[in-house]
């Protein structure tokens, strides 16, 4: 039986990493406020590589215009800030979730009268704002499944 093994790893990888958002966070003067790693650690089988090279962390504005996010595919040694003023609203975002290496969701507090929810599906190279007033609530968002 390997899933106590892999259960271990999996703590260690998303400690890891959490940490590695953490301090990238810090490095740049932003609270961390959400991470994700892009896949579900849990899950991976017993030729799985042992890191996980891809991660977003999200956070508050850093007075530049638009809302923070970061994008690492270097296992966070090297993290990139995504977006910019004409396609990621200046609020604080709250939370990212990754479906794979290209395609992610961010979420955050209300612009427009309405909650932001974006979706790229390039990596980060541009994101789409989601639904309209008449669709998301005009409040903050703060999950993303």
């Known amino acids: 039986m390997r899933s106590a093994p892999l259960k271990g790893l999996s703590r260690w990888l998303v400690v890891t990493a959490a940490l590695l958002a953490g301090l990238a966070a810090a490095c740049v003067g932003l609270p961390q406020v959400a991470l994700s790693v892009g896949a579900d650690v849990s899950a991976l089988g017993a030729n799985a590589p042992a890191t996980q090279a891809s991660g977003w962390v999200v956070g508050t504005d850093a007075a530049d215009g638009y ?28 939370n990212v979730k990754a479906v794979d290496r290209d395609t992610a969701w961010v979420v955050g507090n209300a612009d427009s009268g309405y909650g932001v929810i974006l979706r790229t599906a390039n990596a980060g190279l541009t994101w789409v704002r989601q639904g309209g007033p008449s669709t998301v609530p005009d409040g903050a968002i703060f999950g993303v499944g």
């Open 67 to 94: 809302g923070v996010i970061l994008h690492t595919t270097t296992a966070g040694r090297l993290w990139v800030r995504q977006g910019s003023t004409s396609d990621v609203p200046n609020v604080e975002l709250n």
